[in-house]
């Protein structure tokens, strides 16, 4: 094998998708633990706000204790080179969210045992399904009391349309949680409670009929437990690697990542099952392999002002096809030409460091003074035909009205930067009061905070009264209604806004032959 297929093979990138609270922040910790990253947890919890791990690097995330925008951290775990990518929990952010998970290959789908499936494990779970993501499970918290775990496999059947295959079986839950029985390793692995959490857990092997067992579960549970080991092994399917990489099957796996319990047999499994870098499906209906000689990637994230100490705009790339080495020129088809790549980093928080190689599977961060876009496509010779990244008709719209017409320079720098990162859509951009639209609420807050508190451009924002919106032709601009709006996006698009989702359906009952569009045209 190659240098390039070893280096490309060893790589998993993936994300972490929950409902907030089911324990996204701390299984992250826990993976760095185990990755070697950090040696101690509680490094990363080190300040006593909970939220300020090192994927948070936003004041206004730690007030909120939300986490507003992605990052990926890198740690390497038995040979491997793991690269997570954050997504941001919070519904309102799924534009980002749904640009991160075009970045990844694989997902680790995060529920918590006293509550199963939650509305936004659904709407994650929804993105990766369309994109055929393979998912592993994590039931976290079960050293919590539990819902029964058949239960808890059916609810992701029933609600996800997923077939849920278990890898181990717990051994009870909360108070009474003793562990669980791998089911294909054939071994029990004993939970004992660490304190703190800052240390691997220790993880006892034993087979499930042994004497220790039965005398540590009694025996009315360990007959229990025997029995549900026996019928999930007869009455679920076995798993079947095949219909778990195309999306169709996903296995599930039981913890406790507050006490490290089940987050190293989770990493084994991503190394053993989640996919190398994927290939890609081209518009032109071909696939460029990760393995291919050149190097490509695509712009899926765009930050400015990380760091207030450097004031600059990072693209994070991810690479999508051979080698990147550092000082290499690439092209950026979009600008026509030829930029060399000198000062490539990786993130880690707040901190960065210089990157001198990096593979397919692998996230980049470049450092550029407003160079690049979203969706920008980097590469070695001709441009790969990579489908655009999607963009969604925002739900609301506000004016945005600057209040001290002193900082107009800074206010128009402002909006365009902003907008060029995927935080806002601006419409109406030749009018003397700009909008713009969001798929959330919280959206509005952070473009309103980072216009001022980065930029220093202050601002009213005067929320219109429309719940929803769609791109239409040109030529059909003079159907709208007295009461809906038509306004403009940035490449001129004309863009439909309706009182409510009611008008938006009576508008189509009225023009069948309308086509109103949830993304803009290609
Ligand atoms: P999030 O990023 O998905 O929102 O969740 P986060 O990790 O912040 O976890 C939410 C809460 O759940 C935290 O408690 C965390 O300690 C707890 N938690 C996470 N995993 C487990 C687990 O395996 N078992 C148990 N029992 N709890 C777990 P908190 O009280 O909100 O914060 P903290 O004061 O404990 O940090």
Not at 42 to 62: I, N, P, W, Y
Not at 215 to 221: N, R, S, V
Not at 474 to 481: E, I, M, N, W, Y
Request: charged share 25%; glycine share 8%; with cysteine.
């Amino acid at each position: 094998m190659s240098e390039l297929d070893h280096e490309i093979n060893r790589r998993r990138a993936f994300a972490i998708i929950a409902h907030p609270d089911a324990g996204k922040t701390t299984l992250t910790e826990k993976l760095l633990l185990y990755g070697g990253a950090i040696h101690l947890a509680g490094h990363v919890r080190a300040r006593k706000d909970r939220k300020s791990t090192k994927s948070d690097f936003m004041a206004l995330e730690q007030e909120r204790g939300i986490s507003v925008s992605t990052a990926a951290l890198q740690f390497e775990y038995d040979g491997m080179v793991m690269n997570l990518l954050d997504t941001p929990g919070h519904q309102d952010f799924s534009e980002d969210t749904y640009r991160t998970l075009m970045a990844v290959d694989s997902a680790i789908m995060l529920l918590d045992a006293s509550r199963g499936v939650e509305p936004q494990t659904i709407k994650l779970f929804k993105i990766c399904r369309e994109r055929n993501l393979p998912i592993i499970t994590f039931i976290n918290k079960m050293d919590m009391p539990a819902l029964e775990a058949f239960e808890l496999l059916d609810n992701v059947e029933k609600v996800l349309g997923i077939s849920a295959v278990p890898l181990v079986w717990p051994m009870g839950s909360g108070r009474d949680f003793k562990g669980y029985f791998d089911l294909y390793g054939k071994k029990l692995h004993r939970f004992e409670r660490t304190v703190g959490g800052a240390h691997r857990a220790p993880e006892a092997m034993s087979g499930i009929e042994d004497a220790s067992v039965r005398e540590l579960m009694g025996e009315a549970e360990h007959d229990k437990f025997c029995e549900d080991v026996a019928i999930a092994g007869e009455a679920l399917p076995a798993f079947d690697k095949e219909k778990f990489l195309r999306g169709e099957m996903t296995p599930v796996l039981f913890g406790s990542a507050v006490t490290n319990f089940g987050v190293e047999h989770l990493l084994a499994n991503l190394k053993d099952l989640a996919p190398a870098p994927r290939p890609v499906r081209l518009d032109n209906g071909s696939e460029l392999s990760p393995l291919e000689n050149r190097f490509t990637g695509f712009v899926f994230k765009m930050q400015a002002n990380m760091n207030k100490l450097h004031r600059d705009r990072v693209a994070f790339l991810r690479i999508t096809s051979g080698k990147f080495e550092r000082g290499m020129s690439v092209n950026v088809p979009r600008l026509g030409k030829e930029v060399k790549l000198s000062n490539p980093v990786a993130f880690f928080g707040q901190e960065r460091t210089t990157i001198d190689t990096a593979y397919a599977g692998d996230i980049i961060g470049i450092i550029s003074p407003g160079l690049y876009r979203l969706g920008d496509i980097l590469c070695n010779g001709a441009a790969p035909a990579f489908h655009p990244l999607p963009r969604f008709a925002p739900d609301l719209y506000a004016r945005i009205v600057l209040t001290d017409t002193g900082k107009t320079k800074q206010f128009k720098k402002g909006i365009s930067e902003l907008a060029d990162e995927g935080v806002v859509q601006l419409f109406n951009l030749s009018e003397q009061t700009p909008l713009i639209g969001v798929i959330g609420q919280l959206q509005f807050d952070v473009f309103k905070y980072r216009l001022e508190d980065e930029y220093g451009a202050p601002i009213r924002l005067e929320p219109l009264t429309f719940e929803c919106s769609r791109w239409i032709s040109p030529s059909d601009v003079d159907k709208a209604g007295r009461f809906d709006k038509i306004v403009t996006d940035e490449a001129g698009n004309p863009v439909l806004l309706f009182e409510s989702q009611f008008r938006l359906k009576s508008f189509q009952d009225q023009n069948p032959d309308v086509l109103l569009s949830m993304h803009p045209p290609a």
